[in-house]
């Protein structure tokens, strides 16, 4: 910044001059730079402000209105595609259910005491439902058919006629329809006394949540089948008594956790109650299902704060999840359990099998033993008679052999007899001639 930059920034005031210009003011004495101030013209012109900013909050306020009445518009419309959707899935649903309960009911045998008794049960649920009907809703529509031939009695009928008409039926009527009411009110606690027994038993049965009795037992085929090696079956049921503790520690860890929880996640009855109905009244698969949820709790509890329904609802889930944990659970309880039970079946059917080729290995290990017993013993035998057929042959050749020799010394002595007779014989001719 130059020094000519800093000199417009440099202002001269003398406090003379300000005493001076008040004094002249106070004098009367007019300026150049006050003027007088017309105070009705400034109160006008803050008057026609003050009604411009009037009007337009107003109209700010008219669309904001007109804004939050087509957002409630809007939102009740989703509540009820919402409703509309649900209602549509919880009736297929039933009705799925009804027909597979009617083929179920329907294909089961009569021998069967768990089909007869589904019939019995279905029986008697439809003359309940029958004389239900009869006793509640029969006297409601015919009290309403003769309240409709009534009124169209008092149309068609002159005044006067009416009138005494209606002296005489009013006491009548209004007895009919007192006495309605008081079957009504007189049914409706009783269905409520049998809401609250329900309710009850279904909680009492949720708290007592117990590790089922046939999971914690080893199954007893086990111990029926045939198993040829004794430490193999000692080994197999410490498997079943190793997996049954394991998943008994885990499923008494998850009851422990959920025994000292709070059921209603630290809120009363009635407002879990209202809770669980909205939060199962609108499905994960509704769109802006938090949003409608939120609206929907805000309207039946509005001393509820949105933190803490939200805070509830975690609360609650854990509880849920908690609760699923431990049914999953024991799912795969019974499926490992099941499992194992398979395996151990093939294991032994294993063992059996290569406990039959041991004993079929044995036995020809024993037939062969036996049959090269029996052919070393026909062997040895063999080779006695061969060497008795060898001396014996031997034998036979040196009395051969002897008798050769005899015969030669035989004809040895015969030829030396011969000679010696020949040689006498020619000594006798030799004599003979000299």
């Known amino acids: 910044m130059s020094g000519r930059d800093l000199r417009m920034f440099i202002t001269n005031h003398r406090a003379e001059d300000a005493e001076k210009l008040v004094i002249r003011i106070k004098n009367g004495v007019g300026s150049q730079t006050y003027k007088p101030i017309d105070y009705q013209q400034l109160q006008a012109l803050a008057e026609a402000k003050r009604m411009a900013c009037l009007d337009t909050d107003r109209k700010f ?52 005491e768990y089909y007869f008794d589904l019939k019995k049960i279905g029986i008697f649920l439809q003359s309940e439902q029958k004389a239900f009907k009869i006793a509640t809703v029969d006297p409601i529509l015919q009290l309403k058919r003769d309240l409709k031939q009534k009124q169209i009695e008092m149309q068609y009928y002159p005044l006067q006629q009416s009138i005494e008409k209606d002296i005489i039926n009013s006491s009548q009527i209004l007895q009919e329809v007192e006495y309605v009411k008081e079957q009504q009110r007189t049914i409706t606690d009783k269905l409520e ?162 406990h039959e080729v041991e004993v079929l290995q044995a036995h020809d290990r024993q037939k062969q033993q036996e049959i090269c017993a029996e052919l070393n013993q026909k062997v040895q035998q063999m080779r006695a008679h061969q060497e008795e057929m060898a001396r014996l042959e031997a034998a036979i050749a040196a009395q051969k052999a002897e008798r050769e020799i005899e015969q030669r010394k035989k004809e040895a002595e015969r030829e030396m007899c011969r000679r010696a007779i020949d040689k006498e014989i020619v000594s006798d001719l030799y004599i003979a001639n000299c």
């Open 193 to 354: 006394q049998e809401r609250q027994m329900l309710e009850e038993e279904i909680k009492n049965s949720e708290l007592e949540e117990e590790i089922p009795h046939h999971l914690d037992e080893i199954p007893e085929d086990v111990h029926y089948l045939e198993c040829p090696y004794p430490d193999l079956k000692a080994s197999v049921l410490q498997e079943f008594q190793n997996l049954n503790a394991k998943y008994k520690f885990q499923l008494e860890d998850i009851n422990h956790q959920l025994k000292f929880s709070d059921r209603y996640c630290g809120w009363n009855e009635e407002e879990h109650w209202t809770f669980q109905v909205i939060a199962d009244l609108y499905s994960h698969e509704t769109n802006n299902r938090n949003m409608l949820y939120l609206d929907m709790m805000m309207r039946f509890l509005p001393h509820k704060s949105k933190q803490d329904t939200i805070d509830h609802w975690r609360l609650w889930d854990a509880f849920q999840y908690k609760r699923k944990q431990r049914k999953i659970l024991i799912q795969s309880w019974a499926r490992d359990k099941k499992a194992l039970l398979i395996k151990t079946m093939m294991i032994f059917a294993e063992a059996c099998i290569a």
């Open 61 to 112: 306020a008219k669309i904001l209105q007109a804004a939050k009445i087509n957002k409630e518009k809007t939102i009740i419309k989703q509540h009820h595609q919402a409703w509309w959707q649900e209602q549509s899935r919880l009736t297929e649903a039933r009705g799925k259910l009804e027909l597979h309960l009617q083929s179920l009911l329907e294909g089961g045998s009569n021998e069967n």
